[in-house]
């Protein structure tokens, strides 16, 4: 391989300029080895599916600055199976949860969607669209099961305080495909104004 191969023209419209508002919507291509098929997704995708033996695992977390572990947890789980692992609380007492997902495709035109909550201080929630409560009394650590909605179309979703006009957070202009199955995720502190603020992100579990 020689150093000539890496050096290209590169048009200064596709360089980005500035970062994303939401780091987690940072685009990401994807190259699968095997069949040299190419992906355009996000960097939120970047933790997908693994494979897991059935049975009892044990899963762990680390400090990334110096590969501490911070807490482990042992699942069992079961074979032909998916699971999502959300991490809660803190590193002093970090909380698992874990949800098993369905990954069955909607009916056509639909989408599937559910509810996550990790936001410690942010009381119980309602997600609403439009004049419809989707999801409904939700408190910390708690997940809904997914709900079917219409896809190929675009939602404007108001996390709110249970069974109030007060608005958390608001996710504007969210395209939701159709065939696709998606997770809303709420987390970080109502009260704080930095990088703990309460947000949420739209996770995609299956395209």
């Known amino acids: 391989m020689k ?3 890496f050096r290209f023209d590169l048009p200064l419209n596709l360089i980005a300029q500035n970062p994303t508002k939401r780091r987690e919507d940072s685009r990401m291509m994807v190259i699968h080895r ?10 939120r995708d ?3 599916y693994f494979n897991a033996y059935s049975g009892n695992r044990t899963f762990s977390i680390y400090n990334r600055a110096n590969n501490s572990k911070i807490a482990s947890k042992s699942e069992n789980l079961s074979p032909d199976k998916l699971y999502s692992i959300f991490v809660a609380d803190t ?3 970090t909380t698992f949860i874990t949800a098993t997902d369905d990954l069955v495709r909607p009916a056509t035109g639909k989408a599937k969607l559910r509810f996550v909550h990790l936001s410690p201080d942010a009381d119980k ?15 910390y650590k708690e997940h809904t099961s997914f709900k079917v909605i219409e ?5 404007s979703f108001k996390i709110k305080k249970n069974q109030t006009s ?3 957070v608001a996710l504007d202009n969210i395209v939701i495909k159709k065939n696709r199955i998606y997770t809303i995720l709420i987390k970080g502190f109502s009260g704080k104004n930095d990088a703990y603020k309460i947000d949420a992100e739209i996770i995609t579990n299956l395209e």
Request: aromatic fraction near 8%.
């Open 3 to 5: 150093l000539s191969q």
């Open 34 to 43: 095997k069949t040299g098929v190419i992906e355009d997704k996000h960097f």
């Open 46 to 48: 970047i933790i997908d």
């Open 91 to 93: 590193a002093s007492k």
């Open 125 to 139: 929630l309602d997600v609403t669209s439009g004049d419809s409560t989707l999801f409904s009394g939700k408190a």
């Open 151 to 155: 896809g190929d179309k675009t939602y």
């Open 166 to 168: 007060i608005i958390k």
